[in-house]
Structure formats: C-alpha cells, structure tokens
T-cell receptor, first 116, second 116 residues
Framework: DAEITQSPRHKITETGRQVTLACHQTWNHNNMFWYRQDLGHGLRLIHYSYGVQDTNKGEVSDGYSVSRSNTEDLPLTLESAASSQTSVYFC???????????????FGPGTRLTVL | LAKTTQPISMDSYEGQEVNITCSHNNIATNDYITWYQQFPSQGPRFIIQGYKTKVTNEVASLFIPADRKSSTLSLPRVSLSDTAVYYCLVGPKTPQFSGGYNKLIFGAGTRLAVHP
C-alpha cells in the first residue's frame, strides 16, 4: 500500500547543530509539505513543494530549508537548531489533480524533535 | 486570509451526536470549508469538505448555512474512538491553483473527548 513515512520518529539534539528530518512518500504525489505543531498553535506550514526542484516558503520558514530532488522525498533541514524549534514535525503530500478536485493532504506519523 | 474560530474543547458521551461549529466571518467567495481529524500521536486526516448547504459521507456531515459565515461538523453516535482534535480550514479547494498553500490555515482545533 502507498504510504508516507518520516524518520526519525524521535530526535534529541543540541542548540546550534544541523538536523535533517526525512520524509518519504510512495503515493507519487506532486505536492509535499512540512508543518510544525506546537501546543495552542495547531499546525503551521513551514515549506511546501509542487514538484522536483520546486520549493516555497510557508508561514514559519525562518531557520528551515528544504530541497526536492525527486518526487518521493522532501527532507527538512534545520541549519542551526534552536530551542524554539522544539516541536512535532509533520510531513504531508497531496496530488494535484486540477481545480475540480479536492486537494486532500495525507500526513505522516510525525517526528518529535527536542533541541536542548 | 479567512480566520476561523472553534471551541477549544468539547465533551460528549458514547452514542451521542456531536456538533462542532466553526465561525469564518470573512470567508471568500471561492473558499471551501474542510475538516480534518487528528488522533493522539498521529498526523491529521481529511474528513469532509463542502461549499454550501449539506455534505454527508460515511464519517460525518457538514452543514453550511446560506451566508457561509459558519459551518457545523456533525458526528453521529460518537464512540470512544472519535476522541481526537478536529480542525476547521477555510480556503481554496485546490490551493495550488489559487495562490498557494499559505492561504490554507490550520487553527488550534477543537479537542473532543468522548466518555463512556
């Protein structure tokens, strides 16, 4: 069955370190997303991609970067981790099927990141 | 951007019908209303989407009045497994073709607790 996976599921790191969170989907979806979820804030969009070599900034992109070298993967990199980036990170994907269809996002299980 | 307001939390009992209302006073003409459900330690999943009047699927019903300034998600005969956070989103049906995903915002959601 098609799925979307994230790794690692849990990560503890130190302030200033570079961290990369992996996201892999086998839906063959063009669109991929990264969100962070903090208590009281719901989900906030970090970056998203419409396809290979395409990336776009979301609401809270500062301190994060993504790259899309193939359809299946959208890794999220924290260049220099900060304590404010302690959060649960969710990756999602959706299929772009034109303006007449519902753009449903399929979410991964999440990665809990702690920055000490 | 259309801002949404939902109750922070709700309590119910098994077998009851639950109605969660979302206010979206500045909804745009082209905006749709979408609801996602998130179980503990999982990513959100799509429940239902609508534009006006009533939409029903195997999981829930969505009621949207004529002025579209609010919407109500109805869960019939809830069970313990319906305990989750429910998010109301307002935005383009296909954000990719309508200005991007920054127009689709997850709020803090409604935490529903179903009791025996």
């Amino acid at each position: 069955d098609a799925e979307i996976t994230q790794s690692p599921r849990h990560k503890i790191t130190e302030t200033g370190r570079q961290v990369t969170l992996a996201c892999h989907q086998t839906w063959n979806h063009n669109n991929m997303f990264w969100y962070r979820q903090d208590l009281g804030h719901g989900l906030r969009l970090i970056h998203y991609s419409y396809g290979v070599q395409d990336t776009n900034k979301g609401e809270v992109s500062d301190g994060y970067s993504v790259s899309r070298s193939n359809t299946e993967d959208l890794p999220l990199t924290l260049e220099s981790a900060a304590s404010s980036q302690t959060s649960v990170y969710f990756c999602a994907s959706s299929e772009a099927r034109g303006t007449g269809s519902t753009d449903t996002q399929y979410f991964g299980p999440g990665t809990r990141l702690t920055v000490l | 951007l259309a801002k949404t307001t939902q109750p922070i939390s709700m309590d119910s009992y098994e077998g009851q019908e639950v109605n969660i209302t979302c206010s979206h006073n500045n909804i745009a003409t082209n905006d749709y209303i979408t609801w996602y459900q998130q179980f503990p330690s999982q990513g959100p999943r799509f429940i239902i989407q609508g534009y006006k009047t009533k939409v029903t699927n195997e999981v829930a019903s969505l009621f949207i009045p004529a002025d579209r300034k609010s919407s109500t998600l109805s869960l019939p005969r809830v069970s313990l497994s319906d305990t989750a956070v429910y998010y109301c989103l307002v935005g383009p049906k296909t954000p990719q073709f309508s200005g991007g995903y920054n127009k689709l915002i997850f709020g803090a959601g409604t935490r529903l607790a179903v009791h025996p």
